[in-house]
């Protein structure tokens, strides 16, 4: 199969394009290099310093005798380059990972929030006119996240939802309530998408992930330069990543707020698996799908927990710091999400242990040195002032 | 009370801006002039010749010795203009129509996408940013559209719905399907100004209006020079400002398909008096309110035959053809749209009569010989091909 991997030289799509690649599928990657200015923008970077693509597409090929190919440019700002990429190269799936992936980074301003949504909105209906205009029977695999529900008082399901009112019924998309310009951005990407198939018929996947961690993959594994970027400062580093880096820099693991709330996890090694079988399963023509895409829900104080438990066994002795939530969210909440749909197609979920943190922890333990402790605690806050009115 | 009028040169904004004018308000209105040139592009132009807007604000200084302020800029392009806006005016109320107004506009193809969601999405966002530095405590009044509903199969209520699920209940956003990217604009403003209320406390009130129609306010004729905009190009106009013109112009009226399309409709003049009440009795700090704007449903049939039996009593033979629907959508539907908060607030609904259809018949006979029937048949579809999947 030939798949498109947009956003090829990130965290989650640099992974994706081995393991596709590795699976014997023609792959190539899209990439504008933003994130790597966005990382040095806020004066961040990754664990390990990140090989360029062209270098770590040579060793790919160097280590599997495999060829991913590249093209790069901006899918939001460069319309053309988007129509030759798709005319050229006649893609039967994609796998839209090009978006700006923060929400800290969306909310340091306005020029933030909106360059954010300039790039994913903008970038996204530049890709459905590709597709509608070079391959229209082509199937869309496109990472939404699981913050575009929020935290409803209801079970989430799996982006529509039957609804009953006055004596009727329709299956209705889920409604969103998300909780950053990052995540609202991905709520208008799903509204975007889903009209562009009810009305081309284009097929698309909306995949609606939790937080992913997680260092390595079976690919990464294969040479130390085909690693992935390992984000843990404030701003594009999730949540267990960053605490398991706290956990070996012997600083305390920073929860925000109470630690009540509660989200969707998956490990690095389960997106891989998921964006795979969301792929190799595409749904009929012209239908929107929604998987939700995640493995485990816990409370993020639960997750420090986790960390710190592990952490002992390593001899670290990890300190669990409350500080103030930089975020406006809620702190308890009712949280049941469904993800049945990756599960039916044979998920079969990594979970989180103690024994995985541990694996984590010993790998950035032999970064341990380069650890920038600088980066971790939060500057962006959702409101500057003390917060004078309830958020409702 | 400073109220700021963005899009002030509009079909709407205009009238909106001398009617609070003529209430005694202190009225500012900014615009970029972009509808002018949109207009142009698409080769159509106002049935009578649409002075600038400073001569307008000049004739209406004479007329009635009162004065509004104006402000030439761009919104979306320009944020250094809004904020200077915002901090200058220092605005309790912000009447917001600063948008590209037309679904076909938005479905000529991927420039005219990409651009109606940029300057709708992004301006937006500008303004809500203007807000939150400059005047917090201001009263955001932004034009929706009753079209960011689409047409599900149960009631639609205002904004937000009661969902009830597996036992539990919420009030959650009313879920959206729009049937546009113009549409889809809207429905990504109303998520980014919920999410600014809830995190910002800013208060806003989403007026999802129906589809307008009407060419006369008691301020525009005050003076001939004081018209608004009146549209009836197939990409500007409105379905019932576009049956008179051609019932006046002798050519038959044309129903997009079957014609059982419902809408939510509402008459020029109720506009200025739902959005004066909206201003009038603001929500509480931090509340996103949502009213549904419009007085009556039809179907686009039943507006044909309308304006076809008051045209009967006038002299013209009207007939009505009903031609291949440029747009995707159901042609025969439930709807049911609840409008109830408006009427609580005071609306008192002008219906449309036979009597009013020929009032505007009248009006629009003036400038007969002004028609360009070559601006009327829809050239935007919405799908080249024909269709091959079913819309779902």
């Not at 097929?203 to 085909?226: K, R, W």
């Not at 500080?323 to 308890?332: D, L, Y």
């Not at 970064?367 to 309830?390: G, M, N, Q």
Request: proline residues 6%; charged residues 25%; negative net charge.
């Amino acid at each position: 199969m030939r798949v498109l991997i947009l956003g090829g030289d990130g965290y989650l799509g640099w992974p994706t394009a081995m393991h596709f690649s590795q699976l014997g599928h023609d792959v190539m990657v899209v990439d504008n290099l933003a994130k790597r200015q966005w990382e040095a923008e806020v004066d961040g970077a990754p664990l390990e310093p990140l090989p360029t693509l062209r270098h770590r597409l040579r060793v790919w090929n160097e280590v599997t005798s495999k060829e991913i190919a590249v093209a790069i440019g901006d899918i939001a700002d460069n319309h053309r380059f988007v129509y030759r990429v798709f005319e050229e190269f006649q893609p039967e799936a994609v796998v839209h990972y090009a978006e700006q992936p923060s929400a800290p980074y969306s909310m340091i301003g306005r020029d933030h929030a909106v360059d954010t949504q300039r790039n994913n909105v903008l970038g996204t209906l530049n890709v459905l006119h590709a597709m509608k205009r070079h391959t229209p029977d082509a199937h869309l695999v496109k990472l939404g996240t699981m913050g575009e529900y929020g935290t409803p008082n209801i079970d989430i399901e799996e982006g529509f939802i039957e609804v009953e009112h006055n004596g009727r019924s329709d299956r209705l998309p889920f409604p969103k309530a998300p909780g950053s310009f990052y995540h609202l951005s991905k709520v208008h990407d799903s509204h975007n998408i889903h009209f562009a198939c009810r009305i081309w018929g284009l097929s698309a996947t909306d995949l609606n992930q939790g937080v992913v961690y997680g260092i390595a993959t079976n690919e990464t594994e294969l040479h130390p330069e085909l690693r992935t970027a390992f984000h843990y400062d404030a701003v594009f580093g999730t949540a267990l990543n960053r605490f398991c880096v706290q956990a070996v820099a012997g600083t305390p693991l920073t929860v925000y707020g109470a630690g009540g709330q509660k989200r969707g996890f998956l490990n690095l090694r389960d997106t891989l698996q998921c964006v795979r079988l969301a792929t190799e399963n595409p749904p009929d023509p012209g239908d929107f799908r929604v998987f939700n895409q995640f493995t485990e829900v816990f409370s993020v104080g639960e997750l420090a927990e986790t960390v710190q438990q592990a952490a002992a066994k390593l001899g670290y002795d990890a300190q669990i710091d409350h500080i103030e939530n930089p975020r406006i969210e809620a702190e308890e909440h009712y949280y049941n999400p469904r993800n049945d749909a990756l599960l039916a197609l044979g998920l079969e979920p990594r979970l989180l242990s103690e024994e995985l943190v541990e694996t984590m922890l010993l790998k950035i333990a032999e970064s341990a040195d380069k650890i920038d402790h600088a980066t971790i605690l939060p500057r962006v806050r959702w409101r500057e002032d003390a917060p004078t009115r309830a958020a409702s």
